[in-house]
């Protein structure tokens, strides 16, 4: 009776057999003794199983190795083939009852239609809203050719960095002169009639510029310094929700408007732009953010099912981002109506083209929202936990240094709001910056390192490698001339 009474899972005991083996995992199959009860063996699925006979066998089994080990020779202690795996384990009660072990070793593992998901969900965010201005900046056969090209560039770096652990009023003229001062007013596509007075109203109270960034500056603060982001975590399907509405708000504002399209490959006219222009570069950098990734594509990549399928998993959902971006570009481009308007009316942000007062507009703009609600706190807490970590040591050192370092965040963000809100250099200008680091140079330079390290970098790689990184630099140096 005392040895049934005796715990299986003896911390002294463990600890000091196993020390020697270089066992540090809390969950350690071998360290912690567990009783084992095979799942046939278990009558139902509720914590407070049975256990047969069979199981009685191997508890005393188990008893009798530890007595073993309790003796000055580790050499006794239970060989690997009676210890069952992680996944198998169960604590014993001498009440006749097994638990199934389950801890930070037992992380949900999900199938590859969820890793796809989540990189097309984590990769999608407001750059597709400037995809139409970018393909019309580059014309429109030339930016579905920059598209394509760019996601398959893109790819080709993100596997790199996967496998490196291993190893208006209506526009007449184009006007793309920065340096002059010309007013040039937004249209507003409009499919139903608009009570005008309403809109005016409307705009004097809600204007990207001057009232909104102050009514986010009273929202978002405050969730800024909460001490903890994990809350806003819960609800990043919000991001799922409001690019497949805006995949929606595309098709139903395309089939009402109809096709617009002529095809003038060098010479711009009163409505349509050249398929072939030489602001491409825009595009170049806009999609850089767009397909951008990299960062976090490690992690997203640990919790696949399967291991193997990764680089197949990463290739689908880059074909995904890759056709949702063609088919919201293409789409506005080509239903943009022209005439009246011309092409180069296509706004940075697409949804500045319809009215304040379109419903469906709307609807769009509020499921943003409360997206950028929720990923921004997130942003805010990984940019304190990096630089308060660094200067005090602490993440949250106290509620006046966070505040302090929140109010710095969201002023730049007022700032820019008021005085720069042009979506579209904001996106590539932050793209073509990141990407330069993040997509083009650590991943090459790594990756040509491993390489030599291997006595494999031959001379084409090292070419093309080095191409990726000079690539990354006219990317970048090219925004500052568009």
């Known amino acids: 009776m005392e040895n049934d009474c005796r715990p299986l899972l003896s911390a002294e005991q463990a600890g000091e057999s196993f020390s020697h083996r270089g066992s540090t995992d809390s969950l350690d199959s071998r360290a912690k003794r567990p009783f084992y009860v095979e799942p046939r063996n278990i009558v139902d699925d509720e914590p407070q199983e049975r256990v047969s006979a069979e199981a009685a066998v191997l508890n005393s089994r188990v008893h009798y190795y530890s007595k073993l080990t309790g003796s000055s020779d580790r050499l006794l202690s239970p060989p690997n083939h009676v210890i069952p795996r992680t996944e198998e384990i169960y604590i014993y009660s001498p009440l006749g009852t097994a638990f199934k072990v389950s801890g930070k070793d037992h992380l949900t593992k999900n199938p590859s239609i969820i890793t796809i998901f989540a990189i097309w969900n984590t990769m999608m965010g407001t750059s597709i809203l400037s995809i139409p201005w970018g393909i019309k900046q580059a014309g429109f056969t030339l930016g579905i050719l920059i598209l394509i090209f760019t ?126 222009r030489l602001l491409f570069p825009q595009l170049t950098g806009v999609l850089t953010l767009a397909f951008f990734i990299h960062n976090c594509i490690i992690t997203l990549m640990k919790n696949n099912k399967h291991q193997e399928n990764n680089v197949r998993d990463l290739s689908v959902a880059y074909l995904l981002v890759g056709l949702t971006y063609l088919y919201v570009g ?19 942000n697409f949804l500045d083209n319809f009215s304040s007062g379109d419903v469906m507009v709307f609807v769009a703009r509020t499921f943003l929202l409360f997206q950028m609600i929720t990923v921004y706190p997130l942003l805010g807490y990984l940019v304190r936990v990096q630089m308060m970590g660094q200067i005090f040591g602490k993440h949250y050192p106290s509620f006046f240094h966070v505040l302090t370092l929140n109010i710095l965040i969201v002023g730049v963000g007022v700032l820019m709001a008021k005085f720069y809100p042009n979506i579209g250099s904001i996106i590539r200008f932050s793209g073509a910056t990141c990407g330069l680091a993040l997509v083009f140079v650590f991943p090459s330079l790594i990756h040509m390192i491993s390489l030599r390290r291997q006595g494999a970098l031959g001379w084409p790689s090292a070419v093309f490698h080095g191409f990726l990184i000079l690539l990354g630099m006219t990317n970048l140096v090219a925004q500052f001339f568009m």
């Open 330 to 348: 293409v789409l506005i481009f080509a239903t943009f109506p022209s005439p009246p308007l011309s092409k180069d009316c296509i706004e940075p």
């Open 151 to 276: 996601g398959l560039l893109m790819l080709y770096c993100c596997y790199i960095v996967l496998k490196s652990p291993k190893a208006i009023l209506i526009c007449p003229y184009p006007n793309t002169d920065t340096e002059e001062n010309h007013t040039i007013g937004t249209h507003y596509i409009s499919t139903g009639g608009n009570d005008t007075s309403d809109v005016n109203s409307f705009e004097h109270w809600w204007s990207k510029t001057n009232t909104v960034p102050l009514f986010l500056v009273v929202l978002l603060l405050p969730l800024l310094c909460f001490r903890s982001a994990s809350f806003f975590a819960r609800f990043t399907f919000l991001g799922t929700i409001s690019v497949i509405y805006l995949i929606v708000l595309v098709t139903i504002k395309a089939f009402r408007l109809g096709l617009h399209l002529e095809f003038h490959w060098f010479d711009s006219t009163n409505f349509y732009v050249p398929e072939l």
